[in-house]
């Protein structure tokens, strides 16, 4: 069975600073894989996916993600974090069916200090 | 409408009454997911329907829970003589299948049984 792990449950930057958040997988197969973002009261946004091709990947609002496949990693970078980006951080990993299940690691909360 | 909406956003109930959750997806979306995410957790995958097969119940946690998609569109979650660990944020999501699995996310409805 697929699995996700994130091994950071909270993580303080300053502002302007830069930003990875870690993220482990588990699948036999070629994994789909995504970043979700959750702000305070919202709904699940989609960051970045990766399915096959350019290991690194460009997603909204600055980020990107590296997929190492020798590490079973998908971690979430950003050069420069803004306040604006506190909100809790969602990795997961999709079936390589149709079926498009997606199974989802407990999430980083991420806090930006001044 | 623009994206997938969830009723009621909230919703307080007994221990023991029944509770009815519903999912109106993205039109034209043929995927649809139900999720729970409980305090502090990740997102826990409960059921998901595609077009007109049998859905993947692989993920209910108990014979209380049940859903239905009716006219491929439009879902309800029902959970029978709810108990206090049901307490959640209970997550819908919809995605086109040929759109490789990205998924959109209602805002949710927080169910808390008293």
């Known amino acids: 069975a697929q699995s996700v792990t994130q091994p950071d449950i909270h993580i303080t930057v300053s502002e302007g600073a830069s930003l990875e958040l870690r993220c482990n997988y588990s699948?036999?197969?070629?994994?789909?894989l995504f970043w979700y973002v959750q702000s305070p009261g919202q709904g699940l946004q989609l960051l970045l996916k990766y399915f096959s091709g350019d290991t690194l990947v460009q997603g909204i609002k600055g980020f990107e993600a590296e997929f190492k496949r020798s590490q079973s990693s998908f971690n979430l970078r950003k050069p420069s974090v803004h306040w604006t980006d506190a909100a809790e951080y969602f990795c997961a990993v999709g079936e390589d069916t149709n079926a498009g299940k997606s199974t989802f690691g407990d999430g980083t909360t991420l806090t930006v200090k001044p | 409408g623009a994206g997938v909406s969830q009723s009621p956003s909230n919703k307080v109930t007994e221990k023991g009454k029944d509770v009815e959750l519903r999912c109106d997806p993205i039109?034209?979306?043929?995927?649809l997911y139900w999720y729970r995410q409980s305090l502090g957790q990740g997102l826990e995958f409960l059921i998901y329907f595609q077009g007109n097969s049998a859905p993947d119940k692989s993920g209910l946690p108990s014979d209380r829970f049940s859903a239905e998609r009716t006219g491929g569109s439009v879902s309800t979650l029902t959970i029978q003589r709810t108990q206090q660990e049901d307490s959640a944020v209970y997550l819908c999501a919809s995605s086109f299948r040929r759109d490789n699995h990205e998924q959109f996310f209602g805002p949710g409805t927080r169910l808390t049984v008293l």
């Open positions: 699948y036999g197969a070629t994994p789909y």
């Open positions: 039109s034209g979306h043929t995927a």
